[in-house]
């Protein structure tokens, strides 16, 4: 799992800080998202997807990635 937050799409909003606080912060300046752990553990999983879901603009963006893709194939 990869998470990325896109500041193209992000209105400061902070949800995605609230649903995982672990996972996100907000620049101290610009109010806008910043991933602090672009892949998280197992038990931070359903973390990461709430706060894509809670995400009003979308700018939070959960993907999986396949054991090969974590291998470099």
């Keep these: 799992m990869r ?3 896109d500041l193209s799409k992000c209105i400061g909003a902070g949800q995605c800080v ?4 672990e996972l ?3 620049d ?3 109010g806008l998202v910043v991933v602090l752990v672009e892949e998280p553990s197992e038990n931070q999983r359903e973390a990461a997807w ?3 879901m ?3 603009t979308r ?3 959960v993907t999986e990635t396949s054991t ?3 291998a470099g194939s």
């Design 3 to 5: 998470i990325t937050g």
């Design 18 to 21: 609230m649903m995982a606080p």
């Design 24 to 26: 996100f912060t907000q």
């Design 28 to 30: 101290e300046d610009t």
């Design 50 to 52: 709430a706060a894509q």
């Design 54 to 56: 809670a995400c009003p």
């Design 59 to 61: 700018a939070v963006a």
């Design 68 to 70: 090969t893709d974590a």
